[in-house]
């Protein structure tokens, strides 16, 4: 069974940064890779996805300050978030499509972000 480890939320100060990871376990196909967020009382929203040839694709409120990155090798994906500001505040979950017999999706536990103004 595929299952993802996510790290890097925490607090921090408006303008900065972070990193979020997303590993997954097992040897699979991995088709494409999100990250959404889901703040209180709202829904979850895509943030930015990447697929397995590079395209990305993000949310309009996050360009330019987010980046997402992949490493094949490791079947890891990164969110690089910059000039954070504290509506970016949410709990932060990792999505992966893959193929294993048939087309799956798996979703990790999340991670809380909190930007403090």
């Known amino acids: 069974q595929v299952q993802l480890v996510e790290s890097g939320g925490g607090l921090v100060q408006a303008g900065g940064s972070l990193r979020l990871s997303c590993a997954a376990s097992?040897?699979?196909?991995?088709?494409?890779m999100g990250w959404y967020r889901q703040a209180p009382g709202k829904q979850r929203e895509l943030v930015a996805q990447i697929t397995s040839g590079g395209g990305t694709n993000y949310a309009y409120s996050v360009k330019g300050r987010f980046t997402i990155s992949r490493d094949n090798a490791k079947n890891t994906m990164y969110l690089q978030m910059n000039s954070l500001k504290p509506e970016d505040t949410a709990v932060y979950y990792c999505k992966v499509a893959y193929h294993l017999f048939i087309n799956r999706e798996v979703w990790g536990q999340g991670t809380l972000v909190t930007v403090s103004s």
């Open positions: 097992g040897s699979i196909s991995i088709n494409s």
